[in-house]
């Protein structure tokens, strides 16, 4: 290893030290005065669900399926979900909260930083809405559920206001969640992944220590205030 390659390793250690002091910070700040409060359940979540582990059948799996054109009307035969590795149980506003942070990069870019970030791609309140309401009913739909929770997650048939409302709320709040994992995700693989990835670069390092540093206060107030 020459002396350049070791001063880049000394900084990027040092510099992942930097983060994971600000992470750990920022952790207990997210944990105890947002996660506690909004009673996320706990489920068995897929923790990375971007736009490269949902797939598209070009036609569903049905039997009698002879078409050669793809359905006008999606249904779940089309999709499918893989790449389970970071797969476990976390609470559910952890895993819909990621999927609608996941909007907004686009990862088709060939060129350092290797993705793309589009912000105005952030979820509309009325995309995150029909999420939530499909969620729900989906959910019931499967039948009456066997555990029983203090949570509001067995509270009725998917379709109450309320119930809409609670999930929503898990979402913004655990945002800060999936920023603080993937923050810790870069830091990490920076120094042992062998994937061609702008980590340092990126805002899963740069913006979300920032953001640690001086937005949690006003973030609260924000949240507070069901802003």
């Known amino acids: 290893m020459s002396a350049y390659d070791l001063t880049i390793l000394r900084y990027r250690l040092k510099s ?84 609608m942070c996941e909007w907004m990069y686009d990862y088709s870019n060939e060129q350092p930083p290797y993705f793309f970030k589009r912000p105005d791609s952030y979820p509309s309140k009325e995309q995150q809405e029909n999420f939530v309401r499909s969620y729900l009913r989906a959910y019931y739909a499967c039948g009456p559920p066997t555990v029983q929770s203090e949570t509001h997650l067995f509270t009725g048939k998917g379709d109450r206001e309320d119930e809409v409302q609670q999930v929503l709320a898990e979402i913004k709040a655990f945002t800060l969640a999936s920023h603080l994992f993937w923050a810790l995700w870069s830091a990490v693989y920076s120094s042992v992944s062998t994937i061609t990835f702008d980590y340092w670069v990126s805002d899963l390092y740069s913006t979300t220590a920032a953001f640690l540093r001086s937005e949690c206060s006003e973030y609260s107030s924000n949240f507070i205030l069901g802003r």
């Open 16 to 99: 992942s030290l930097m983060l994971l002091s600000h992470c750990m910070k920022g952790f207990d700040f997210v944990s105890r005065r947002f996660l506690d409060s909004v009673q996320s359940p706990v489920v068995f979540c897929h923790n990375d669900l971007q736009e490269g582990n949902i797939l598209l059948r070009s036609e569903p799996s049905a039997p009698n399926s002879n078409s050669s054109h793809q359905s006008a009307t999606l249904t779940s035969d089309h999709l499918i979900i893989i790449d389970f590795e970071y797969c476990s149980y976390n609470y559910r506003g952890f895993d819909f909260a990621n999927h």
